[in-house]
């Protein structure tokens, strides 16, 4: 089992139409192959940093998996507009949530 960790740095006047497209956009997330749940949390000092938390079954669901996918796109084309600037992804072994 591995996390993705997503960096999401959103436009400070747009977090609640951020919060609002994500809701509608996470069910292509959801149903990709290995995904194990997730975690969106809202920075408290910085609270236009977004950090997404994916369970994965292995590296390889995600990438290049759910990444090479036409949901994936679509997940991105649904979120991408209320980005400040490039989102940065990790990954992470080990952990429970």
Do not use: C
């Amino acid at each position: 089992m591995i996390y993705e960790i997503a960096l999401l740095p959103v436009h400070k006047e747009r977090i609640e139409a951020f919060r609002h497209a994500f809701a509608e956009v996470a069910p292509l997330l959801t149903r990709a192959k290995g995904y194990g749940g997730h975690l969106l949390a809202q920075g408290i000092e910085t609270p236009q940093q977004f950090n997404l938390i994916v369970r994965w079954d292995s590296l390889e669901d995600h990438t290049p998996g759910f990444e090479a996918s036409e949901d994936h796109r679509l997940f991105m084309m649904g979120l991408e507009e209320y980005f400040s600037e490039e989102p940065k992804v990790y990954h992470i072994e080990g952990g429970s949530f």
